[in-house]
Nanobody, 116 residues
Framework: QVQLVEFGGGLVQPGGSLRLSCAASGSIFNLYVMGWYRQAPGKQREMVATITGAGSTNYAESVKGRFTISRDNVKKTVYLQMNSLKSEDTAVYYC??????????WGQGTQVTVSS
């Protein structure tokens, strides 16, 4: 099982940007599908973006054009660049990893708050 640690959450004004990072352990990082999910208060956890080992990406409709997921297989790190942030992006963001599209491991989560 891979261990995941997220960095980069915080408070940002609407329209601002944040970059989340997720550092992973394990020797087969490049084989995992990595992802970012989020959970807002009172809501279910939802997929934000995923990226395969080969770099194929998938995004939730609500973040297309604003968020970009990327990965560095040498550094075993996945990133989420978030631009044009909105109040509705406020949530705890979780990094995920798995051999397929269904996550098998989760990070501890990092809070992102978009507020003026």
């Amino acid at each position: 099982q891979v261990q995941l640690v997220e960095f980069g959450g915080g408070l940002v004004q609407p329209g601002g940007s944040l970059r989340l990072s997720c550092a992973a352990s394990g020797s087969i990082f490049n084989l995992y599908v990595m992802g970012w999910y989020r959970q807002a208060p009172g809501k279910q956890r939802e997929m934000v973006a995923t990226i395969t080992g080969a770099g194929s990406t998938n995004y939730a409709e609500s973040v297309k054009g604003r968020f970009t997921i990327s990965r560095d297989n040498v550094k075993k790190t996945v990133y989420l660049q978030m631009n044009s942030l909105k109040s509705e992006d406020t949530a705890v963001y979780y990094c995920s990893a798995g051999p397929g599209n269904r996550p098998a491991s989760w990070g501890q989560g990092t809070q992102v708050t978009v507020s003026s």
